[in-house]
């Protein structure tokens, strides 16, 4: 399994960034998959994820309004898009497989390596 994500980078706050995450060694259309991000010095913390259909997805209190995740199973990625950031947003973006078709953020088995978003105030 593997887990490329890109799309990070340095923006102004109010602005936005998109992220993909390609997928690969695995049935990307039958699990789900899910955004999380991490500051130095402080836990990974749960951003969105999506159902490996695309019907259900989920957010944090933080960013919903603001960050949309999609996929595209015929290409097997995953997307978030983050629009109005925050300084607060700045961190570690890494992606992850789900074991199962549905979210269930105790059971995820795989990471990507991360990609770094900066907002500047």
């Known amino acids: 399994v593997q887990l490329q994500a890109s799309g990070g980078g340095l923006v102004q706050a109010g602005g936005s960034l998109g992220l993909s995450c390609a997928a690969s060694g695995f049935t990307f259309s039958s699990y789900s998959m899910a955004w999380f991000r991490q500051v130095p010095g402080k836990e990974r913390e749960f951003v969105a994820a999506?159902?490996?259909?695309?019907?259900?997805?989920y957010y944090t209190d933080s960013v919903k309004g603001r960050f949309t995740i999609a996929r595209d199973n015929a290409r097997n990625t995953v997307y978030l898009q983050m629009n109005s950031l925050k300084p607060e947003d700045t961190a570690v973006y890494y992606c992850?497989?789900?074991?199962?078709?549905?979210?269930?953020?105790?059971?995820?088995?795989?990471w990507g390596q991360g990609t770094l978003v900066t907002v500047s105030s």
């Open positions: 992850a497989k789900g074991r199962s078709g549905g979210w269930d953020p105790d059971r995820i088995d795989y």
């Open positions: 999506i159902t490996y259909s695309g019907r259900t997805t």
